[in-house]
């Protein structure tokens, strides 16, 4: 495990320790562990696993910051925070903010839930439970944000998100330590943002330099991956009284060894892989795109994966060896086979015809959208899928899966080889994981 106890590191060195720790915080959220980036005599300081928040416009992740007093004696129950008089600069970095600059509302505190929100960076106390020496303060519009303000309505008049680079102040719990721990900041910023700690705690009893915090850590950056159900079929129709097997492809990249998934933890729409004769999973490796990358291919029974009318999606979930999680959601589209004869055709619309604008009616008597009613909807649904037959050959067009790994990619940086075939398809996209 690697901890950043050292300050002021240069160079080489700097740099190395920076890219462990990333690879901690990677890790650590895969094992929901938190990660410790500093360790002194008296305290600890952890940062909370790093949280997707916003809409994506900015790929913001939050993370919370503690520190721990670990020595048992109440007197170095952490209570004060410097992180000016003594020439320090608190926190530092790309850090996010949400502000209104027009009412003159900022949020280096906790004390606006108009503005303090899971977009913002800011100190987690607010004015009333503190004694100031410096008030707490924040830098603001450094850099812009694309990041839309996620404030409940009506929002103030002049809302905006921007990015500064330092949240800071001087001060003590007014109250006193509430107990070894103290939550101290949420931190806001995209991925791939170094952030630094230059700050020092104390409790009643004064810890001399074993309060000082000196280091930095770095939000995780996205890698990519890429998955598709029904490869070879665009846009994944689906037929709820198949009873065959369902495919399913995850494709591997460069950053991805995916013989490292753990098999038992995978779900589709919460359900696991068919189970073969043998007792195994009816999953494999090879490769589907010709990439010279081993892809994952699984096969799921359609009747027990519980797909019903109006579904629009199907998620897929599960963990690699150490523990990274990931999940998504592709698309699907249920074609509108009522008798179940692997064909849309006039059967199905007399059926159709025969309930139309019946309440109370199920996917048998034409219901193509599960909404309680047969009506002009459904009609549009059959008209889209009309001539649909059992699935032949296709073009492969791959859709994509957001998926968001939560850590310990790092150890999965080795390229599987295999001899050569087709080319890749064209048009495969690509969608974020933790890298």
Not at 98 to 105: A, E, N, R, S
Not at 111 to 132: G, K, M, R, V, Y
Request: with cysteine; net charge negative.
């Amino acid at each position: 495990m690697y901890q950043l106890t050292s300050t002021r590191l240069a160079g080489k060195c700097r740099r190395i320790a920076l890219w462990s720790l990333a690879m901690l915080l990677v890790t650590a959220a895969g094992s929901h562990a938190d990660t410790l980036l500093s360790q002194t005599a008296i305290y600890d300081v952890f940062v909370t696993n790093p949280t997707p928040v916003g809409t994506g416009a900015e790929s913001l992740y939050s993370t919370t910051l503690y520190v721990v007093n670990t020595t048992g004696n109440a007197g170095h129950d952490p209570m004060g925070f410097d992180g000016v008089f003594f020439g320090h600069s608190g926190f530092s970095g790309s850090l996010h903010q949400h502000d209104d600059p027009i009412l003159g509302v900022y949020t280096p505190t906790a004390d606006s839930s108009l503005f303090a929100t899971a977009i913002d960076t800011h100190f987690l106390n607010t004015l009333a439970e503190l004694i100031a020496v410096t008030a707490p303060f924040e830098t603001r519009n450094v850099g812009p944000s694309a990041e839309p303000s996620d404030s409940p309505p009506p929002l103030a008049p002049g809302v905006e998100t921007t990015f500064g680079d330092q949240l800071s102040g001087t001060f003590a719990l007014s109250g006193g330590a509430s107990g070894d721990t103290w939550q101290i900041a949420q931190l806001v910023a995209s991925s791939g943002t170094t952030i630094s700690l230059d700050f020092a705690i104390s409790g009643i009893l004064e810890p001399g330099p074993a309060g000082d915090v000196q280091t930095s850590f770095l939000v995780p950056e996205l890698a990519t991956l890429v998955v598709d159900i029904k490869p070879g079929s665009d846009p994944n129709s689906v037929n709820l009284k198949s009873k065959g097997l369902l495919p399913v492809v995850v494709y591997g990249s460069e950053g991805l060894d995916l013989t490292e998934v753990d098999l038992d933890t995978l779900l589709l729409n919460g359900v696991g892989p068919r189970v073969k004769p043998n007792g195994s999973w009816h999953v494999s490796f090879e490769d589907v795109d010709g990439d010279l990358l081993l892809d994952m291919v699984m096969h799921f029974e359609m009747q027990a994966l519980g797909i019903e009318p109006g579904m629009t999606e199907l998620a897929l979930t599960g963990a690699m060896m150490d523990g990274t999680e990931f999940q998504g959601a592709d698309a699907i589209r249920i074609v509108p086979d009522f008798n179940g004869d692997l064909m849309v055709n006039t059967t199905d619309l007399a059926i159709m015809k025969q309930y139309f604008g019946n309440t109370g009616i199920g996917w048998a008597g034409g219901n193509a959208n599960g909404d309680d009613i047969v009506d002009a909807t459904d009609l549009a649904i059959l008209k889209t899928n009309f001539g649909f037959e059992a699935p032949m050959g296709a073009v492969p067009e791959p859709a994509t899966l957001s998926l968001l790994a939560l850590g310990g990619l790092a150890l999965l940086r080795r390229r599987s080889k295999i001899p050569k075939g087709s080319k890749i398809p064209k048009g495969r996209e690509l969608a974020p994981l933790f890298r």
